[in-house]
């Protein structure tokens, strides 16, 4: 049995995954199986996948599934993911040759030490080799004690798939397609550490369409998506900024969804009630937002 799997969640994008493809027939170490969750998509995506399928290049393993968003193909790659080592590379992005390799490498090297880590966290850099934000100074790390402690920058997460299907799956909220993936990550970091490794083993292409771009219109169009997330962090975060900070953005979606029930379901009903100025300033300013990126009469 394979050691890894590489999950590709797609939507629209069968012009991209060619040059994932290339990249991933290009590893070094070829003890992965690779995943493609299709979430829906309407263009030729069946075909081209059939293509490499029909190379006998890789172990692919293809799904379709109506289209639920990310965190909705991150759901069915753990739940189809056979292998010790899960992590998803998006179909905008490509591997350097050794990813694979090192990957594998810093795993086996843990020996007894694997079962008290959730994974590794290495490194994201963009396709002209620039790492994107900083390397780690630590051997070990939760995500977040990374992020509290100066870190910066997307980091490539490859967990246990045991431990990712130990926590509930996202959740799927009728009419949106976005919950932030932070969720299961952050559940993972109260009770295991991630093995560091300064390694880059995946570039990056940041796309125009793509969510990290246009968060604004994200926050618009799934704000229950939203409200459950910062709920996750008012009650787990370790940073009292944090906290706080989740606590607005709560208050925010909760007036976009016209959730009239939202101080009565938070789980810090006094801050929350204090926020509600702060977080009624950001529901109008997303709003402005959206009108300004032209979010609300394009999507």
Request: include cysteine; hydrophobic fraction near 35%.
């Amino acid at each position: 049995m394979k050691l890894l799997t590489i999950f590709t969640p797609t939507f629209n994008r069968a012009s991209l995954l060619p040059r994932l493809y290339e990249s991933l027939k290009a590893q070094t170490n070829q003890d992965f199986v690779w995943m493609i969750v299709n979430d829906g998509s309407s263009d030729h995506t069946d075909e081209v996948v059939q293509g490499f399928i029909d190379e006998k290049v890789l172990e692919i393993q293809y799904i379709k599934q109506k289209n639920q968003g990310m965190h909705g193909a991150h759901n069915t790659a753990y739940e189809n993911c056979k292998t010790v080592l899960n992590t998803c590379v998006d179909d905008d992005d490509k591997m350097p040759e050794n990813a694979v390799e090192v990957i594998l490498e810093k795993w086996n090297s843990l020996g007894e030490k694997q079962k008290k880590y959730s994974g590794i966290i290495a490194l994201d850099a963009h396709f002209d080799g620039q790492l994107i934000g900083t390397a780690f100074s630590t051997e070990s790390t939760t995500l977040e004690d990374f992020y509290l402690n100066g870190g910066s920058g997307d980091k490539k997460l490859i967990y246990r798939t045991e431990i990712m299907n130990k926590y509930p799956k996202y959740p799927i909220f009728e009419g949106e397609k976005y919950v932030g993936l932070g969720y299961k990550y952050l559940l993972a970091d109260q009770d295991y550490e991630l093995a560091t490794l300064n390694e880059v083993v995946c570039l990056v292409d940041y796309q125009p369409e793509g969510s990290s771009n246009n968060m604004w219109r994200q926050y618009y169009k799934n704000p229950k998506g939203f409200a459950f997330i910062r709920k996750q962090g008012m009650l787990l975060s370790k940073s009292r900024k944090k906290r706080l900070l989740d606590i607005i953005h709560y208050v925010s979606h909760s007036f976009k969804s016209r959730n009239g029930r939202f101080i009565a379901e938070s789980p810090r009903k006094f801050l929350t009630i204090a926020m509600i100025p702060l977080g009624f300033v950001l529901y109008l300013y997303t709003i402005y937002q959206n009108k300004k990126q032209g979010g609300l009469y394009h999507r």
